[in-house]
């Protein structure tokens, strides 16, 4: 199956500093990418859409100021969590579309997650 | 998109089926139902999809009501490693096709 791969798996920085996550196809490429956010024992919730070359969508309550998504190829999208906070440690995933995928496909895959530890 | 309704939690034998019921009578007539499960600290995994036959597949069976109403995910033989929390999704497949997770239900797999 395909695979989507986040790197990196986990990550711990101090408060104020900025962290990026990375997101990859490997094996096909995704015209659109999801990005989730998953805090302790509660569901996902969905952040932002990215389509390849052009801005990304944000879902209401989320500051697109301090979340900056990049989604420059069809492999590879980028979250930046800038000026990051303790209340933004979290457990950030992704999810790649496949290219071309028609209404009914089910060809949407997510990746290992990123653990976010802001301290 | 439309809501599902899913018990928090179920147990089930090892070895036995597991059947995970879901709500979702809203749903109009272009929305699928989908199943995803997240293991603990991993991302999520589909399972299967419908629209509005039954459909199976090497991980699971679904089993639409004709009204369309609701749902059953039905893990035939269950495993530890079945245990998992499952969730139940409709969506429109439409230009965003975006996946929103309500809060799903745990499965516990007994030895």
């Known amino acids: 199956g395909a695979v989507v791969s986040q790197h990196p798996s986990w990550v711990i920085c101090k408060s104020g500093t900025s962290v990026k996550i990375e997101c990859r196809s490997l094996?096909?490429?995704?015209?659109?990418m999801f990005w989730y956010r998953q805090f302790p024992k509660q569901s996902l919730m969905l952040m932002a859409t990215?389509?390849?070359?052009?801005?990304?969508?944000?879902e209401q309550g989320v500051e697109k100021d301090k979340f900056l998504i990049n989604h420059a190829s069809l492999t590879l999208s980028t979250l930046t969590v800038t000026s990051a906070h303790p209340e933004d440690s979290s457990f950030y995933i992704c999810?790649?579309?496949?290219?071309?995928?028609?209404?009914?496909?089910?060809?949407?895959?997510f990746g290992p997650g990123t653990r976010l530890t802001v301290t | 998109d439309a809501k599902t309704t899913q018990p928090p939690s179920m147990d089930c034998a090892e070895g036995r089926a597991a059947n995970l019921p879901c709500n979702h009578s809203?749903?109009?007539?272009?929305?699928?139902v989908y199943w995803y499960r997240q293991i603990h600290s991993q991302g999520p995994q589909y399972i299967i999809h419908?629209?509005?036959n039954n459909e199976t597949n090497e991980m699971a069976s679904l089993i639409i009501t004709e009204d369309r109403k609701s749902s059953t995910l039905i893990l035939p033989h269950a495993t530890l490693r079945d245990t998992a929390v499952y969730y139940c999704?409709?969506?429109?497949?439409?230009?965003?096709?975006?996946?929103?997770f309500g809060t799903g239900t745990l499965l516990a797999v007994q030895p």
């Open positions: 999810s790649a579309r496949v290219y071309g995928t028609g209404l009914s496909s089910h060809e949407q895959y």
């Open positions: 094996d096909f490429q995704a015209t659109t």
């Open positions: 990215s389509n390849e070359g052009s801005k990304a969508t944000y």
């Open positions: 809203t749903i109009s007539g272009n929305e699928y």
């Open positions: 419908g629209l509005k």
């Open positions: 999704i409709v969506r429109y497949g439409g230009a965003t096709n975006k996946l929103i």
